[in-house]
């Protein structure tokens, strides 16, 4: 997802997914209220890869008490691009409730949604792994590999997606937790 120009949201020179879920104003704005003060600047500065593997773990970073950040961060994430598609795809599309808040209920029902699965059995078997080499695309193609999983304890379900070219450059990242 790399484009030049400008920008609609922020007038950046450059969009790409790093400047998209973490430095395009509404990323700053979600961030800044979200993780505490004394590790945003931390976090914010990991490269791409180190700053997801950072917030998918059970680290205790926001300023309020949610007991699954995991979640709050993934729905962050899908809101941040949600967005951004919309400013983008339909420009007249108006949301008057804040991406955090709507981000929050979201990251609530999924937590309720797995604790009711818990209680009432609904739960599969045990987590598999699965292990599948890439290859590239034809010549000017390119590829879109996604993938999702669930796990069995609690029941919370991820899935994403990577778009690259076809010399193996990522192009695109999406994920949904």
């Known amino acids: 997802m790399a484009t030049s120009g400008s920008f609609g949201v922020?007038?950046?020179?450059?969009?790409?997914?790093?400047?998209?879920?973490?430095?395009?104003?509404?990323?700053?704005?979600?961030?800044?209220?979200?993780?505490k003060l004394?590790?945003?600047s931390e976090c914010l500065y990991l490269n791409i890869k180190g700053w997801f593997l950072f917030?998918?773990?059970?680290?205790?970073?926001?300023?309020?008490?949610?007991?699954?950040?995991?979640?709050?961060?993934?729905?962050?994430i899908w809101n941040l691009w949600r967005d951004r598609n919309r400013f983008v795809f339909e420009?007249?599309?108006?949301?008057?409730?804040?991406?955090?808040?709507?981000?929050i209920i979201l990251a609530q029902q999924m937590a309720a949604t797995s604790v009711s699965q818990r209680l009432s059995g609904a739960v599969d078997t045990p987590l598999a792994v699965r292990t599948r080499g890439?290859?590239?695309?034809?010549?000017r193609w390119f590829k879109l590999n996604c993938d999702g999983s669930r796990l069995s304890d609690n029941g919370i379900a991820t899935c994403g997606g990577v778009l690259r070219n076809y010399l193996g450059d990522w192009m695109l990242a999406i994920l949904r937790c």
């Open 55 to 76: 917030n998918l773990s059970p680290f205790e970073l926001f300023v309020q008490h949610f007991q699954h950040w995991s979640l709050l961060f993934g729905d962050v």
């Open 10 to 35: 922020c007038n950046a020179p450059f969009e790409s997914i790093d400047h998209l879920f973490r430095w395009c104003y509404p990323a700053v704005s979600a961030w800044s209220i979200l993780v």
């Open 134 to 139: 890439w290859t590239a695309p034809r010549f």
């Open 91 to 103: 420009p007249e599309y108006m949301d008057n409730e804040s991406l955090i808040a709507r981000s």
């Open 38 to 40: 004394e590790c945003l």
